[in-house]
């Protein structure tokens, strides 16, 4: 008895308390613009921050909540999609899919990057401008790759090294693009809320003409809608100037 209970408790020790079965590495799939070491230093400090004691190492692979993982490298690193996909060989695999994390503003004759924070970092060069005037006056196709363009109205001349936007509306209009593009709706740019109170957004459509969308309600649905309208629209029916789908289930066309 005494034999059994020592291989008993060697069992105990190999399987909970020691880091045999402790994650050591994480490998992540879908990076595009993020490091993989800087999300794997961020996994073994969200691992650490369990909050409640317990006998077992932070990292063992059979007691990780993976669900609490994805859900704090989404929100640190404002991710589209985190999955915890497997563990195993003392590894933590991840996949991610990311958002923008820069856009483009256009106001006046300027065309300049920001950040996610809403910082000003430089001017698009020749080619980049080249591109974004393309896409703007429809002369190439879209895609689902395409960086945000925002368009501020009537705002006043931006210098880099500036702040010219808050960042919950730079990370506001981001989640929107993303949301919208992954519909299938492509668009050359966007004109935001025209005040802090407005939620109406207006979309300029690959045709040239506005789509107007409410932020503060889902977008899926108004985006579906708008879509359904043009496979079911006759092909003699032309929209001259905008088409208004806020109202899910309805689209106004003028």
């Not at 799939?29 to 999300?39: F, M």
């Not at 996909?85 to 920001?114: C, F, G, P, T």
């Not at 919208?180 to 407005?198: A, N, Q």
Request: net charge positive; proline share 3%; no cysteine.
């Amino acid at each position: 008895m005494l034999l059994a209970f020592v291989a008993l408790m060697g069992w105990v020790d190999l399987l909970f308390v020691s880091d045999w079965l402790s994650v050591r590495d994480v490998q992540v799939k879908g990076l595009k613009q993020l490091e993989s070491a800087e999300i794997a230093k961020a996994t073994f400090v969200i691992l650490e921050e369990r909050g409640v004691w317990r006998p077992w190492p932070a990292r063992h692979g059979w007691f990780i909540d993976k669900e609490r993982v994805a859900r704090e490298l989404q929100k640190r690193f404002f991710a589209e999609k985190v999955t915890v996909d497997k563990i195993n060989n003392n590894v933590l695999r991840l996949k991610i899919e990311e958002r923008a994390k820069r856009i483009i503003i256009r106001s006046q004759h300027q065309y300049l990057w920001m950040d996610i924070n809403g910082f000003v970092t430089s001017e698009l060069n020749f080619e980049e401008r080249q591109n974004i005037q393309s896409r703007l006056l429809g002369q190439r196709s879209l895609s689902i790759d395409d960086i945000p363009i925002v368009h501020l109205n009537d705002a006043q001349e931006l210098h880099v090294s500036e702040i010219a936007a808050s960042e919950n509306d730079v990370r506001k209009w981001i989640q929107s693009a993303s949301q919208i593009t992954k519909e299938g709706f492509l668009y050359r740019e966007m004109v935001p809320p025209d005040h802090p109170s407005g939620t109406t957004a207006t979309f300029v459509s690959q045709e040239g003409y506005k789509v107007y969308l409410d932020l503060a309600e889902p977008l899926q649905a108004q985006v579906r809608s708008y879509l359904a309208f043009l496979r079911s629209r006759r092909t003699n029916a032309k929209i001259s100037e905008y088409v208004d789908a806020r109202i899910p289930g309805k689209v106004y066309v003028k």
